[in-house]
């Protein structure tokens, strides 16, 4: 099994994207059944699948236990990982927006 990270501009290309490989949905979420030959698991980044990536602004604040922490900030763009199993390739339509190189440190990974 890889694991692939996708970057789409927003919920509504993602949706085209799947839709042009013959995937239709009418919302990115968590998917494990019914994919494309060789994806395992499709699932956009977040706890609520909202496809929101954040990463820190070079800015801290203090909380109120007196303690710094980094400023975040939604990334651009809605992010979705697929796994895929052992030798096979992405279609030509997604990986076209694979992100590469691929994150050191992703937001998010399958257990």
């Known amino acids: 099994m ?8 927003d919920h509504a290309e993602a949706l085209a994207t799947f839709e042009a490989i013959g995937h239709a949905v009418d919302a990115l979420t968590y998917l494990d059944t019914g994919l494309p030959a060789g ?3 499709v699932k956009p980044v977040g ?3 909202d496809g929101i990536v954040y990463a820190p602004t070079g800015q801290t604040q203090t909380g109120e236990n007196g303690l710094e922490y980094p400023v975040m900030a ?3 763009g809605y992010h979705v990982n697929i796994r895929m199993a052992d030798s096979r390739v992405l ?6 927006f694979e992100v590469a190189p691929e994150p050191e440190t992703p937001a998010e ?3």
Do not use: E, G, N, Q
């Open 2 to 9: 890889h694991d692939t990270f996708l970057k789409f501009s």
């Open 39 to 41: 994806m395992l698991i």
């Open 47 to 49: 706890a609520s699948c």
């Open 74 to 76: 939604p990334v651009r």
């Open 91 to 96: 279609p030509d339509a997604l990986a076209a």
């Open 109 to 111: 990974r399958f257990a």
